[in-house]
């Protein structure tokens, strides 16, 4: 049975309902790792961030770090979770040799944070995310395999170690199975991340940079046949690192099941690793069971017992989330449902509201970056916010729209050239010549010389066939190169026709 073999997503999903879940690494923003003083800083020369705690040195203790405890229950109440009164961490033992203590500090049975949710809007509806736990745990260091084709650990000649990744405090929130998803489930998954980030992003936890790896999925994916109540083994796509790489995962892994279970196959309980390039999935190893890890409580840690009152104090403290700010700002734009949620998967709701702050309409923000920006962004294969230009510059040439100075396919122009680096809207606009004609003298000749070219659409106005005057205004654009005011145009063309309305 090949792993290659893959089903028409289509006809997947005629035969087959997937059942989703999520596992999400955030690593904590915080100045200082999990349980030692050493800084985060990322990008620093390899080993330099290290100290004899998180290099597990014989004799050296950890300590918790209180702002890492902070921001996980911050997070567990954004995600609607209950806070754990009293609980402890864990040691996970494995042997790898990117953790030096050859074991790793997390939690085990005893989360920070349990049962709580995350709704997401994906096609119009809200979808229920329920979460099973937010625990908090330490990253590992970073191995880089050398000298083979793919960068993996097979094939290398030999690998280097990064230890000051090995210690920075990581989150963990896993969802709950997550049925009822049907053929949206890619898009719920990229839904789930997308909200997730932005929630991280609000609480000013993390800086969720998902291509450093600060924000990594697992994607966990079984497939059960039509009419069956009865969930499939699963598997788990590690660390996903791009929203767009998570839907994809999902949808490969749909395909791939399906493809196998339809040929009498058996889905195999393991891990899978992600490839960019394709957009597939290959195996990774056999997923490793709860008991493999011989769990037991950090014997060097004192329990962890947040106050009630101090959990209320974070809660009422929490700043205003994603969703529903995203409610109060459809509501003072008034857009639709749909055009929201296209703003929001096109990451365009912060650009547009920092337009809005600079002065500009917010129908005119949203048509600007949905419209000619979007259609940019796409042709570079880049995000919105990666483009070279700020909200205050499309504020600036929407109030030129507004009065008059340019037209929107002059406006287009002068993006063209902010985008260019050709300077600001005001100087692209200077530099280029793109000013609306506006000088009457100058659109009198202009429109002089198009009705003598034209005589018969100019001698059917006359008639009375004002329709007619169309080609004529056309013709003022041609010649003006865009830059006459086409209004104005068609009145001074009537008025010289002799013709009223
Ligand atoms: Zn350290």
């Not at 997937?18 to 923003?29: C, I, W, Y």
């Not at 997550?178 to 991280?200: C, F, K, S, W």
Request: include cysteine; charge should be negative.
């Amino acid at each position: 049975m090949s792993t290659h073999t893959l089903m028409p997503y289509d006809e997947a999903l005629e035969r087959f309902e997937p059942v989703l879940g999520l596992e999400t690494h955030v690593e904590l923003g915080t100045a200082s790792k999990m349980f030692c003083g050493c800084p985060t800083t990322f990008g620093a020369a390899p080993n330099t961030q290290v100290c004899p705690v998180c290099l597990a040195l014989p004799g050296s203790l950890p300590t918790a770090n209180a702002a890492a405890i902070e921001s996980t229950i911050r997070i567990g109440l954004a995600l609607n979770c209950s806070i754990a009164e009293w609980c402890r961490f864990a040691r996970k033992n494995y042997f790898y040799p990117d953790m030096p203590k050859n074991y790793q500090i997390s939690q085990y049975d005893e989360p920070l944070c349990s049962d709580g949710y995350l709704d997401v809007e994906v096609d119009g509806k809200t979808v229920r995310i329920e979460i099973e736990r937010v625990h908090l745990e330490e990253d590992t260091g970073k191995s880089t395999h050398m000298g083979g084709a793919t960068g993996r650990i097979h094939g290398a000649d030999y690998s280097i170690v990064d230890y000051n990744r090995a210690g920075i405090p990581l989150v963990e929130i896993v969802t709950k199975p997550i049925p009822g998803t049907d053929r949206l489930a890619p898009e719920v998954a990229r839904a789930y991340a997308t909200e997730l980030r932005e929630v991280m992003r609000a609480l000013g936890v993390s800086d969720v940079r998902m291509e450093e790896g600060s924000m990594r999925c697992d994607v966990n994916v079984s497939l059960m046949p039509r009419g069956s109540s009865e969930w499939g083994t699963r598997t788990e796509t590690k660390n996903v690192n791009s929203l767009r790489s998570v839907e994809r995962a999902v949808r490969s892994e749909i395909e791939r099941q399906a493809a196998i279970l339809a040929d009498g196959g058996r889905i195999v309980q393991e891990t899978r690793h992600f490839h960019e390039d394709t957009g597939s999935t290959t195996s990774g190893r056999s997923k490793e069971e709860a008991q493999d890890y011989r769990y037991f409580p950090e014997p060097d840690l004192v329990p962890i017992a947040p106050d009630p009152a101090w959990v209320a104090s974070l809660k009422a403290a929490l700043p205003e989330l994603p969703r529903v700010k995203r409610k109060r700002l459809q509501q003072e734009w008034g857009v639709s449902d749909l055009d929201m949620e296209a703003m929001h998967n096109a990451d365009a709701i912060d650009l547009v509201e920092a337009t809005v702050a600079a002065g500009a309409p917010p129908a005119d923000a949203r048509k600007w970056w949905m419209g000619e920006l979007a259609r940019r962004a796409n042709e570079a294969g880049v995000p919105l916010s990666a483009l070279e230009i700020t909200p205050d510059q499309i504020a600036r040439v929407c109030a030129m729209v507004a009065g008059g100075a340019l037209n929107d396919k002059l406006a287009r122009q002068v993006l063209e050239g902010v985008l260019n680096g050709e300077g600001s809207p005001d100087q692209v606009v200077s530099a280029r010549g793109l000013q609306i004609v506006n000088d009457e003298g100058e659109l009198s000749t202009i429109i002089d010389q198009v009705l003598a070219d034209n005589a018969d659409a100019a001698e059917k106005v006359r008639g009375g066939k004002i329709a007619a005057v169309g080609a004529l205004v056309g013709g003022v654009m041609k010649a003006s190169r865009g830059k006459a005011d086409a209004g104005r145009a068609r009145e001074l063309i009537l008025e010289k026709l002799g013709v009223s309305e």
